[in-house]
Each structure stands twice: as structure tokens, then as C-alpha cells.
């Protein structure tokens, strides 16, 4: 299917943004939204501003939970695949076990080697949860996965009438890692970065109440086809796709402008947690309006056209999720930290945006040659190996 290969392809980037921001060039807390890398003075003040009201409705906190819904949508399909081909719900869960542990394995290594902000780690414990839910129903899987979404609307609401007017911006210790002038040397950087692995390990529920429900989603989603027939559950895709728009203009537009001023600063940090509780939502709203909007190129291609050119290049990066992920962090790495070329903070949000960008397109160009040359990823290679042995295929 064309959509989860281009919805991952696209939610890279908007990955990189959000990253970028909070994660590899934290801006100095003395700069106006410095959450969001930061308004400079001058000619590119203006630049700023756009450059954070846009990352604040189309990144923060919408890449992340897309992927989490294609990961649970990828369990399914996964699913639905040893299924046919006559594996038990013992033995699907068993391969699926092996293949989520090793993405976990890929995300430890990767938060202590290269990036304390890793989600991989989440998204292979939430994978071997999945495996051990499979023989559940359809039914009993959306319940399960609606009662926290449902508490953690409830906790946003009850914490946007908690929270004072007098807000105070985060402490520059906001990063453990990246780029931080705190980080002289690539071995206080893993140590900094195995004291935050063991922070993740052990907040990793909270992690999991906001993510796993939308995972759960996106592997009913798989086993009942919703994006294998569009037509069939249009309504309920676009029901998906209206709570997105709602929560990425209800609260990241005005959350953009409470950080340049245009609304009072003291809703930044309001809108910032009640995004925080709510944006997991727009992760499958958003695969629902991808799959509405390139139905008809689906269709075509399941008569036999080819993908059209301009989706080339963000459909294979989508097939090689990993490895752009993983490229992003080394490219980001070598960039921001200061023992590496030490690109300084405070460059503006612009700037930063210019530089996330230009990272997704050299991922996006070394996909396109792999894709060209008929080369899967390489960690996708790994990880397959892996997961299945030297045939690549699943044993029973």
C-alpha cells in the first residue's frame, strides 16, 4: 500500500523539525519561543515567527504518534500475513516477540550511542505488548485502547484549569544531550545519555499511555482494512481526519502564536501541555487524510500504474523508515555537537528549520538511490536478519 510508505517518508520530517527544536539545538531560554528554537533579532525575525507557528501545528507531538499508529498498523498487517500463511496466534506471537525485541535492542543502542530522544525502544516494548495482545478482538483492542485516550483528554482539560497564569519557562537543562554546550566530549555524552536511558526505562509507562492506544488503533486499522478499502471506511476516516485538523489548529495554532506574542505569552505553556496530552490523536488523523487524499492514486496503482515520480523519492524513504531515522541522528550529531562541527544555539527557528530540512532531503536522496538501485535499507536489512534468520522469513 502507497499510504504508510509515504506517510512515514513525510512524518520524517516533521520529525527533524520537532527534533531539532528540542532535542539536537535547544535554544537559550533568554530568547522569545525558545521551546521552538527561538525568535533572533533582525532581518529573520519575521522568518522566526512563521517558522514556529507552522512547526507548532504540523510537528510537535503529530510525527511521533503517526509512526506509532503505522507501528501498530505494521504489527497487523505482519499478522495478517503469518496468518495466511497458516502460523498460529502462539507461533505469530513468538516471530513478533523476536522482531520487536530487536527493534528495542536497536533502541538502546541508538539512545546511548547517538540520540537520548530515540523512540525506538518505546516502539519495540510497545510491539512485543502488541504480540502478546494478538488472539485479542477487534472490539476488546479499541476499547483497550480508547480508556486512555479518554483519560488523557480528561488530564489535559483538568490540567489546563490547574495551571497558574504565572507560568516560567523550562530550565536550560531542558536536554540532557545534543548539541548542548553541557556536553564537551563524546564520553560525557554517553554517560549523559545512559542516565537518560534509565530515566526512559523507568518512566516508560507514562511513555506508553500516551502511544500505545493509537498503536492499538493502527493494528485494528490493519486487520480490519481500513486503509486497504478507503471507500468502505470513508466516514470514519474522515471523522480521524477532523479531529486532527481540530487539535492541530485548536491548539498548535494558537500555542504558535502565544510563543511570537500575538496571544498572551502566559498560554504558551497551557497549550504546550494540553498538546502534550492530546496530540497523540492526530496520528491516526493524519494517515486518514493521507489515505483520502492519494485514494485515487492507489486506485491506479492497484490497476497497475506506477508511483507517480514526485512520490518516488518519500515512498522510498518511507520503505527505509529505519535507517532515515537513524541517518537523521547521524547527520544531526555530526552537525550540533560541539567535539563534531558545533553549529552554535540561538540560530533562530528558521534557520533551524532550513537545517532539519535539508537533513530529511539528503535522507530522502540516499533513498531514492537505494530504491533506484533495487537496495532495501541497511538497518532494515539487519533488522529483518535478525528477526528471521538468514532466509529473511519468519520460521514457525
Known sequence: ??????????????????????????????????????????????????????????????????????????????????????????????????????????????????????????????????????????????????????????????????????????????????????????????????????????????????????MLLGFVWARKGVLADVNAHRTQLK??????????LGVGLPWGLSAIDVLPSQYEEVLLFLNTCLGAFTGPGILAGLALLLEPVQRRINEGAAVPAWMTAVVALGKRSMTGYLLQSVLFFILVYPFMLGIPRGLGAAAQTGIAILVWLLTLAIAWALEVRGLAGPFEKVHRRLSYGPTMRPEK
Not at 239 to 248: D, E, G
Request: glycine residues 10%.
Open 1 to 214: 500500500m502507497l499510504v504508510p510508505d509515504a506517510a512515514r517518508g513525510f512524518a520524517l520530517l516533521g520529525i527533524a523539525i520537532a527534533n531539532i527544536a528540542t532535542a539536537w539545538l535547544v535554544a537559550p531560554t533568554s530568547m522569545s519561543a525558545f521551546f521552538f528554537g527561538g525568535i533572533s533579532d533582525g532581518a529573520t525575525a519575521l522568518a522566526d515567527q512563521i517558522a514556529v507557528v507552522f512547526a507548532a501545528v504540523t510537528s510537535h507531538n503529530r510525527g511521533l504518534p503517526m509512526f506509532a499508529t503505522l507501528l501498530g498498523f505494521g504489527v497487523g498487517l505482519i499478522t495478517l500475513s503469518l496468518n495466511r500463511r497458516g502460523f498460529t496466534v502462539r507461533q505469530s506471537r513468538r516471530v513478533l516477540i523476536k522482531r520487536y525485541a530487536y527493534l528495542a535492542l536497536f533502541g538502546v543502542i541508538h539512545t546511548v550511542f547517538l540520540f537520548f530522544g530515540d523512540v525506538m525502544f518505546l516502539y519495540g516494548i510497545c510491539g512485543i505488548v502488541i504480540a502478546l495482545l494478538i488472539g485479542f478482538s477487534d472490539r476488546a483492542l479499541t476499547v483497550l485502547a480508547w480508556v486512555p485516550l479518554i483519560l488523557s483528554t480528561l488530564f489535559g482539560l483538568i490540567g489546563v484549569l490547574l495551571l497558574t497564569n504565572n507560568t516560567t519557562a523550562a530550565p536550560d537543562s531542558i536536554t540532557a544531550a545534543g548539541g548542548s554546550t553541557q556536553i564537551p566530549s563524546y564520553a560525557e555524552m554517553l554517560a549523559a545519555n545512559l542516565k537518560v536511558l534509565g530515566v526512559g526505562i523507568t518512566t516508560l509507562p507514562v511513555s506508553m499511555f500516551f502511544y500505545f492506544p493509537v
Open 239 to 248: 471523522l480521524w481526519l477532523a479531529v486532527a485538523i481540530v487539535i492541530s
